[in-house]
T-cell receptor
Framework: DAKTTQPNSMESNEEEPVHLPCNHS???????IHWYRQLPSQGPEYVIH???SNVNNRMASLAIAEDRKSSTLILHRATLRDAAVYYC????????????FGTGTRLQVFP | DGGITQSPKYLFRKEGQNVTLSCEQN?????MYWYRQDPGQGLRLIYY???????QKGDIAEGYSVSREKKESFPLTVTSAQKNPTAFYLC?????????????FGPGTRLTVT
């Protein structure tokens, strides 16, 4: 399974944009890039996913590099409720039932 | 509201006892999953089921068993054979199989075995 690399932790101030990077240099052509986040003592929550094009939804934006070897999750205005561990996950089209979680990025948001 | 229910939130057991964790969903999802999470780590897949009466082992199935007699229910039994059962257990489901679709997670059960 293709691996992702994320920084262990990041910090942001409230109301500021946050860019969470993810490297996935061994990504294959049919791998989807998924992002989940996990608040303390809760189950993970789906955030966004994409294949090649940049994606936007009500929670965040996903910017995918042209070569697809990296991507960035963008929170446009961080709030205290965005403090969580963010996981970048590749989903193989032929192994669709597995979500391979790494250790993610712990985002701290300061008031 | 539709969602996934896991009960109880906290569970304490003595070593050597089997324990069953409940997972129920009313999302009409076909596929259901069990994950385990240890402190500071990501989630690891224990078992998953794509249809009723069928399930497959994940990466760490040893010491666990599951059943899928109903579409909405996927209970996990942690047996006495599981060497390190203390962990946070998460159940998930998805309506459609495929890399394009997201998984929905329950709130989790924190199991402590002493």
């Amino acid at each position: 399974d293709a691996k992702t690399t994320q920084p262990n932790s990041m910090e942001s101030n409230e109301e500021e944009p946050v860019h969470l990077p993810c490297n996935h240099s061994t990504i294959s052509g049919t791998d989807y890039i998924h992002w989940y986040r996990q608040l303390p003592s809760q189950g993970p929550e789906y955030v966004i996913h994409g294949l090649t094009s940049n994606v936007n939804n009500r929670m965040a934006s996903l910017a995918i590099a042209e070569d697809r070897k990296s991507s960035t999750l963008i929170l446009h205005r961080a709030t205290l409720r965005d403090a969580a561990v963010y996981y970048c996950i590749l989903r193989r089209s032929y192994n669709t039932d597995k979500l391979i979680f790494g250790t993610g990025t712990r985002l701290q948001v300061f008031p | 509201d539709g969602g996934i229910t896991q009960s109880p939130k906290y569970l304490f057991r003595k070593e050597g006892q089997n324990v069953t964790l409940s997972c129920e969903q009313n999302l009409n999802h076909d596929a259901m999953y069990w994950y385990r999470q240890d402190p500071g780590q990501g989630l690891r897949l224990i078992y998953y089921s794509q249809i009723v009466n069928d399930f497959q082992k994940g990466d760490i199935a040893e010491g666990y068993s599951v059943s899928r007699e109903k579409k909405e229910s996927f209970p996990l039994t942690v047996t006495s054979a599981q060497k390190n059962p203390t962990a946070f257990y998460l159940c998930a489901s998805t309506g459609l199989a495929g890399a394009r679709y997201e998984q929905y997670f329950g709130p989790g059960t924190r199991l402590t075995v002493t």
